[in-house]
């Protein structure tokens, strides 16, 4: 069986910008994929390719073993999309606006009945759109995208801006979909809980090169140093040499929190040799905390930046 999405060796620029750099990727019918990256990262531009938006300067993308160019049609029934921001007309209900998308694709009126279930819309069926808050427009732009009884959705960044409650009810809608209608998923976002819950893939993105892919496990795990001990000294202007010397690992301070943060392979093995080497050295540990390294940290390390700049 032939990949869902498959992209190979993908090169788009804009003027002297090279937006997507000779991207490879291949995704499964039912697999979520996550892509992660800071603005200017190069993941909308990679999507409008793969949504035939966009047409890439050289490389090709295979959408179901079917390139864009004389299966366009066919290929625009089988994606569904919602995009970070969808204006809608506002003295149009829910129903009417999932009605008008409908007749697009010549679909039955149960059709609309059966997509405001699915989205937890039926009690806002006859409210008009400038009604509903920013995650019930967000849940009515999913509808829209479900409504083709889409193969493969390409959502780009949907929960942006939305509080943790509607952030949830989205997710929730997303893994029904994905148990109980076998639907594949490209996800956009700068969430990395969002990922991390999501999607069984992650591919991280820079400057329109691919840093690392994989499941969060195998990415996280590909890195030396994949645990984190961050601390503080009661003491100012702590000389931290002396753990740097120590090989225990990689130490930062982190500019946010004026913590430090050591990278280590194993907290168990060497947190007692760091809490050691502070006393033998004659500090105090202010504040001790110990965690996996999360995918914003792994970005960090790779490149001196967080996802969500």
């Known amino acids: 069986m032939h990949p869902i999405v498959k992209v190979s060796n993908v090169i788009k620029h804009f003027k002297d910008v090279k937006a997507v750099d000779g991207i490879d990727l291949e995704m499964q019918q039912g697999e979520f994929l996550a892509l992660l990256g800071p603005n200017g990262a190069g993941k909308t531009t990679l999507v409008e390719m793969i949504e035939g938006i966009q047409q890439p300067d050289s490389g090709e993308i295979l959408i179901d073993g079917k390139h864009w160019a004389g299966h366009a049609k066919e290929l625009h029934h089988l994606i569904g999309l919602s995009l970070q921001e969808t204006h809608f007309i506002e003295k149009v209900t829910v129903k009417e606006t999932l009605k008008l998308f409908a007749s697009f694709y010549d679909l039955p009126k149960t059709r609309v009945e059966e997509v405001l279930e699915l989205v937890n819309l039926r009690e806002k069926q006859k409210a008009f759109v400038d009604k509903l ?177």
């Open 133 to 309: 808050s920013g995650g019930q427009k967000q849940r009515l732009a999913l509808g829209i995208a479900m409504l083709n009884k889409a193969k493969l959705l390409l959502l780009d960044e949907p929960t942006t801006g939305l509080d943790p409650t509607a952030r949830r009810e989205m997710w929730n809608i997303l893994m029904r979909l994905r148990e109980e209608h076998k639907i594949s998923l490209i996800l956009t976002s700068h969430y990395m809980e969002e990922a991390e819950y999501l999607c069984e893939r992650i591919v991280i993105l820079d400057k329109g090169k691919i840093l690392a892919q994989g499941t969060l496990s195998e990415i996280l795990t590909a890195n030396n140093f994949h645990e984190i001990i961050e601390f503080s000294f009661k003491e100012k202007d702590v000389n931290v040499d002396f753990i740097r010397n120590s090989g225990l690992g990689r130490i930062d301070l982190d500019d946010k929190t004026l913590k430090y943060k050591l990278f280590v392979s194993d907290i168990v093995v060497q947190l007692p040799t760091l809490l050691s080497l502070v006393k033998l050295n004659g500090f105090s540990m202010k504040s001790l905390e110990c965690h996996k390294m999360t995918l914003d940290d792994l970005f960090i390390e790779m490149t001196g930046r967080r996802l969500d700049q």
